[in-house]
């Protein structure tokens, strides 16, 4: 079965410096979102990423932000520079368009777990 | 914020039906519900959706009442790996897909043997 996966499963950085969270969405997925949960708390929604532009941002993807899909399979998250506050789980979902009427499940990653010290 | 009410946590025996319960009064006629769970900190995991029909798959089963104020999730025969924090999600379609879901903090259902 066809699977959403994300690389590192772990990421240990200091605060003030850039990573880049891989994920790499299931192959005929056209619609692909990054969310995150800080342990013990809801999963929260980031961004939604369409058509090679963004679709729907949440307040918590400010200017430190981006999203890319620098080719045909992965899809990237990037924080420029980290803060302690960026710890948390991030979780990579993609889903398919139009496949059947009416809404379209969402298939989520394994997350990252990003560790800023 | 999340649009929908839930019980923090529930029990069910092994084998039994676990029938999880979710408020959602003031969903509007285009808006969908979705069951989502989230075992342990793996990535949440679709279940289910419907709009106004009662709905069945091979993992569950969804009833939504006629005025649409409220649904039940009905595992038919919990196990040990049902257990999870379970999400009940009320967003509308947009050309196909979900959106951004809209995460609560839901129902942590404890199977026990």
């Known amino acids: 079965e066809p699977e959403v996966t994300q690389t590192p499963s772990h990421q240990v950085t200091q605060m003030g410096q850039e990573v880049i969270l891989r994920c790499v969405p299931i192959?005929?997925?056209?619609?692909f979102y990054w969310y995150r949960q800080i342990l013990g708390q809801k999963v929260e929604f980031l961004v939604s990423?369409?058509?090679?532009?963004?679709?729907?941002k949440s307040e918590i993807f400010d200017d430190q932000f981006s999203v890319e899909r620098p080719d045909g399979s992965n899809f990237t998250l990037k924080i420029r520079s980290t803060k302690l506050e960026d710890s948390a789980m991030y979780f990579c979902?993609?889903?398919?368009?139009?496949?059947?009427?009416?809404?379209?499940?969402?298939?989520f990653g394994p997350g990252t777990r990003l560790t800023v010290l | 914020d999340a649009k929908t009410t839930q019980p923090p946590s529930m029990d069910c025996a092994e084998g039994r039906a676990a029938n999880l319960p979710c408020n959602h009064s003031?969903?509007?006629?285009?808006?969908?519900v979705y069951w989502y769970r989230q075992i342990h900190s793996q990535g949440p995991q679709y279940i289910i959706h419907?709009?106004?029909n009662n709905e069945t798959n091979e993992m569950a089963s969804l009833i939504i009442t006629e005025d649409r104020k409220s649904s039940t999730l009905i595992l038919p025969h919990a196990t040990l790996r049902d257990t999870a924090v379970y999400y009940c999600?009320?967003?509308?379609?947009?050309?196909?897909?979900?959106?951004?879901?809209?995460f609560g903090k839901g129902t942590k259902l404890s199977v026990k043997p």
């Open positions: 999600i009320v967003r509308v379609a947009i050309g196909g897909s979900q959106g951004n879901l809209i």
């Open positions: 990423f369409y058509n090679n532009e963004i679709s729907e």
């Open positions: 979902a993609s889903s398919v368009v139009l496949r059947r009427e009416g809404a379209n499940e969402q298939f």
């Open positions: 419907g709009l106004k």
């Open positions: 192959s005929n997925h056209l619609y």
């Open positions: 003031t969903i509007s006629g285009n808006e969908y």
